[in-house]
């Protein structure tokens, strides 16, 4: 079974200062950044928490199983962190995808009690990942309370503890002559290509480093000098590279069973100039890769970022982004910056600095496709229910909203046909879900973000019901037909234009459909006179902000939709 991680969730209530976010993980290298005490390390400790693999008999080359514990990361505080009322929990879903499924892990804090040997009892706080699809969890073998069985390994900033610190007797210099020469060699190559060491030949045996009373370990080729005098980058290193070589190690072991990896390191720069920074973040892109494990770290370095951030012509011809950056801002309530740039990092990082002049960056423009104008007058409701009237604040980006004045089948075939609509946002109306054939270049092009239906629609509502004009104009015939008095949708319609939308105004002037168009044409096809009643009737549909009124009725599909676009643009943007 293959599996990775996509995702972590946090709902309504906080879990320490993390509310109401949703960070997306790439499949190889997702980077975290933002201010000192924003919640980075927090995020590293619960996803390395909910994942892993217990057995014994795959151990690592740290002497411990593909695992971690928050409790054993974090201090969990009786207090702050932990709340007997269910109802007043705070709740972390974390998403992942095993061979093609969706599985769900919804994590909390709970107390657990202990008998000792000598009958004393305690008790301790943890965060238990329970499963949300049973069924699923019991198809997947994986335990109600069962960490998800991906390799995991957590390197803390404990890595970064200098060596001269530590009593004598606390250090244990051990020599490890039985070791698969695959991965002695594999520990020299990786040295050997990040920093200039003083390595002894590949002969000599790999040095063990072990700090008693500490998670500090490590592996370390043999050096012309004593392994103990490293600096605290190749201390650092030499945490990362033992961590690759257990990683190849499991995936040697477990074969096809192997089912890929999960790496967590947090504040991976520290101690490291920017040259060993780039060609480490080369490295790990290069290894991640043979290894199929997925990267997670955090950082501040501006080195890091820009490297994250290039990406190069094959990625964006191919449409295929492996890496991200998350970044998170507003430290008393962190937000998540939506496709940062470079320059708006940079100037994020030096907000607390007494900078006279910041960089202006002029943002990118990402073109929105849709299929006529009522299809574009649709979507632009959509962003006033969504209060959404700062592009750049919302997307990160500027969007120009193009009708192209065609149909659906129009629209999927330019897509198919020229790759420039690779890289453009394409909203067609929600009537391309009625055939299975679309449904599938929906699903599998993230370019696509179909405009939401009603909340009445099931798979088989027509592709005719589906169009904007037909939802509007149905909505607004619903309320007719099953006119309620008491229907918040009357209230709110006589707040405009001086109470003069009322029953008898639609029931007489906006419902009845014309026979003909402004020249006395008959019209052709249905969907041309739905179009023409529509734009009719604009004025009163803009003044009585109907669209708006759908929206208020059918936010969960709202909701979706706005999600679906934000990843849709996102995904354009790092092309």
């Known amino acids: 079974m293959k599996i990775k991680l996509k995702s972590i969730n946090f709902g309504e209530k906080k879990f320490r200062k993390l509310q109401k976010l949703d960070i997306k993980f790439s499949d190889r290298i997702t980077v975290i950044g933002g201010l000192n005490g924003i919640g980075k390390s927090t995020i590293l400790g619960l996803i390395a928490n909910c994942s892993g693999i217990r057995s014994a008999t795959y151990k690592s080359y740290f002497d411990s199983v593909y695992q971690s514990n928050f409790q054993e990361l974090f201090h969990l505080d009786e207090n702050d962190d932990y709340l007997e009322s269910t109802e007043n929990k705070a709740y972390i879903d974390i998403e992942y995808d095993c061979d ?156 096809s069973e192997y089912p890929g990896g999960l790496l967590i390191i947090d504040e991976i720069d520290a101690g490291l100039h920017h040259i060993a920074q780039v060609r480490l973040i080369n490295l790990l892109k290069t290894e991640a890769r043979k290894l199929n494990i997925q990267i997670i770290f955090t950082t501040h370095s501006l080195t890091i970022f820009k490297n994250i951030l290039t990406v190069n012509d094959q990625q964006r011809a191919n449409g295929n982004i492996p890496d991200s950056v ?11 910056t939506p496709n940062p740039s470079y320059i708006w990092i940079e100037n994020n990082q030096f907000s607390q600095s007494n900078i006279e002049t910041q960089q202006v960056e002029i943002p990118r423009e990402v073109k929105v496709y849709l299929e006529d104008e009522e299809a574009a007058f649709f979507l632009k409701k959509i962003f006033c229910f969504k209060n959404t009237n700062d592009y750049v604040k919302t997307f990160g980006v500027d969007l120009k909203i193009i009708p192209l004045k065609v149909s659906c089948t129009s629209l999927m075939n330019l897509f198919m046909a020229d ?54 104009y ?18 709110k319609l006589l707040e405009y234009n001086n109470g003069s939308y009322d029953y008898d105004f639609i029931y007489n002037t906006i419902l009845p459909l014309p026979e003909n168009d402004t020249n006395h044409n008959h019209f052709k096809k249905p969907r041309d006179r739905m179009k023409y009643w529509f734009n009719l009737h604009k004025d009163f549909i803009e003044n009585g902000k109907i669209i708006e009124l759908w929206c208020s009725e059918n936010e969960s599909n709202v909701d979706s939709f706005c999600s679906n676009f934000e990843k849709s643009v996102a995904f354009v943007t790092q092309q």
């Open 100 to 255: 093609g499924n969706k599985f769900l892990k919804r994590c909390s804090v709970t107390r657990h009690s202990e008998t000792l040997e000598n009958s004393e009892t305690i008790t301790r706080l943890k965060i238990v990942p329970r499963s949300q699809d049973k069924s699923m969890g019991s198809l997947l073998k994986i335990g109600d309370s069962a960490k998800v069985p991906l390799p995991t390994l957590y390197l803390g900033m404990s890595r970064m503890t200098p060596i001269g610190e530590y009593e004598k007797d606390r250090i244990k210099q051990t020599k490890i002559r039985i070791i698969d020469q695959i991965d002695k060699n594999y520990i020299y190559d990786l040295f050997s290509r990040v920093v200039v060491f003083d390595l002894s030949p590949v002969t000599e045996p790999i040095i063990d480093h072990d700090f008693k009373g500490s998670k500090k370990r490590s592996k370390i080729p043999s050096l012309k000098h004593n392994t103990l005098s490293i600096s605290l980058g190749q201390d650092s290193l030499s945490s990362i590279f033992t961590a690759l070589a257990s990683f190849k190690k499991i995936q040697r072991e477990m074969g």
């Open 326 to 336: 998350v970044y998170m801002h507003n430290t008393p309530s962190p937000k998540i």
């Open 419 to 472: 790759d420039y609509f690779k890289g453009v946002v394409i909203i067609p109306d929600n009537d391309i879900l009625s055939e299975q054939g679309n449904r599938l270049i929906v699903e599998h092009n993230q370019q696509f973000s179909p405009l939401p239906g009603d909340k009445s629609f099931t798979p088989n509502t027509i592709s005719t019901d589906r169009n904007p004009e037909k939802i509007i």
């Open 474 to 491: 149905n909505y607004i015939n619903n309320k007719i037909v099953n006119y309620n008095n008491d229907d918040q949708f009357w209230e």
